[in-house]
């Protein structure tokens, strides 16, 4: 991911954690986020969805990886879908915008 951020001005990334990472965590992630703190955007899931099993990658617009249960790594890769990185894409869209912390 940091090779990725480094070499796109444009990159953006959006990562939504069932966990709270906190800014001045030790954590690699967290280390990252403040190094590159345009790059990329950390949210903790909104409790209404604390009941998902799934975890998903969305490239763009037409790849993506989807894990059924985020404890295996076992899942589906698909390139050049569109509709289903559309609606995976949708489904994050509504997660992250109910996680907007509230300060």
Excluded: C
């Excluded at 796109?8 to 030790?26: E, I």
């Amino acid at each position: 991911m940091k090779r990725f951020l480094l070499s796109h001005s444009f990159a953006k990334v959006r990562l939504l954690t069932q966990r709270a990472v906190p800014y001045t965590s030790p954590h690699k992630l967290a280390a990252m986020r403040r190094r590159l703190s345009g790059h990329i955007e950390i949210r903790t899931l909104n409790p209404k969805f604390a009941a998902r099993t799934s975890g998903m990658l969305i490239a763009d617009a037409r790849a993506i990886v989807y894990r059924a249960q985020v404890g295996s790594w076992d899942g589906v890769a698909g390139y050049n879908q569109p509709p289903i990185a559309r609606l995976y894409l949708q489904e994050f869209d509504e997660m992250w915008i109910a996680s907007v912390p509230k300060y």
